[in-house]
């Protein structure tokens, strides 16, 4: 993302209740607010995800490679489906669940240029 303002990011993205894995690209950006911490998702392939902020930073582990099983209210029933949903958590592969989410915006890789 080098050569982009973060300004021109905002201008240019779209902010969603909702989104599916099925509707992002390789290169596009997820940022997901949740209650407590803000985190960037960027899409590397098909079921992988590289990810910063929140606890990974916390832990000294950013930015990393991971996958995201999906969201979920706090329980077992989670919605594989979705990557981020307003008011759900999201769960990443090792097993982290994040504060319910608050705000989605997302970054389509073709807007980066």
């Known amino acids: 993302m080098t050569g982009v303002s ?3 990011l905002v201008d ?5 209740k909702e989104v599916c894995r099925s509707d992002l690209r390789v290169g596009d ?5 949740t209650c407590n911490s803000l985190y960037t998702i960027m899409v590397e392939g098909e079921r992988t ?3 910063s902020g929140g606890w990974f930073d916390r832990q ?4 990393v490679t ?13 919605k594989v489906n ?5 008011g759900l958590c999201l769960e990443f592969g090792n097993r982290l669940i994040t504060s319910p989410i608050q705000k989605i915006i997302v970054v389509r890789r073709e807007n980066l240029s």
């Open 82 to 86: 979705v990557l981020a949903s307003c």
């Open 60 to 63: 000294g582990l950013s930015p």
């Open 49 to 51: 995800y590289r990810v």
């Open 29 to 33: 950006y997820v940022f997901v607010v």
């Open 12 to 16: 240019r993205a779209d902010t969603e």
């Open 66 to 78: 991971t996958s995201i099983a999906g969201c979920t209210w706090g329980g077992s029933l989670i």
């Open 6 to 8: 973060l300004q021109g």
